[in-house]
């Protein structure tokens, strides 16, 4: 069964970085347009950042420009999501994606594999 698996979470102060990875077994991975998303409490999930299968082609939630940064790394088959400057509206769950038809994009329903989700807590 494929897996995608995220890292990389956890408890920091505003201001601070933290770097997610999203990894995978899977070899067909490194075709795959890859997102990441976040879920806080009591909200909807949404799209925060989306690569290409090469990587030369990325989209963010317009609120995040300048301070989230994705890539990818299809020899090591992961995906990245650098967060700087982060805020304690950044609080969620992200997820991480990838859509095994080559579609990509920001709605959540094009994605088919989706890893189990990484903690983000953010304190002022």
């Known amino acids: 069964q494929v897996r995608l698996i995220e890292s990389g979470g956890g408890l920091v102060q505003a201001g601070s970085s933290l770097r997610l990875s999203c990894a995978t077994s899977?070899?067909?991975?490194?075709?795959?347009?890859t997102a990441w998303f976040r879920q806080a409490p009591g909200k909807d999930r949404e799209f925060v950042a989306g690569?290409?299968?090469?990587?030369?082609?990325?989209d963010y939630l317009d609120s995040l420009k300048g301070r989230f940064t994705i890539s990818r790394d299809n020899a090591e088959r992961t995906v990245y999501l650098q967060m700087d400057n982060l805020q304690p509206e950044d609080t969620a769950v992200y997820y991480c994606?990838?859509?095994?038809?080559?579609?990509?994009?920001?709605?959540?329903?094009?994605?088919?594999?989706w890893g189990q989700g990484t903690q983000v807590t953010v304190s002022t």
């Open positions: 690569i290409n299968w090469s990587g030369s082609s990325t």
């Open positions: 994606a990838a859509d095994k038809h080559g579609i990509g994009g920001r709605p959540a329903y094009r994605y088919d594999l």
């Open positions: 899977e070899r067909a991975f490194s075709h795959n347009p």
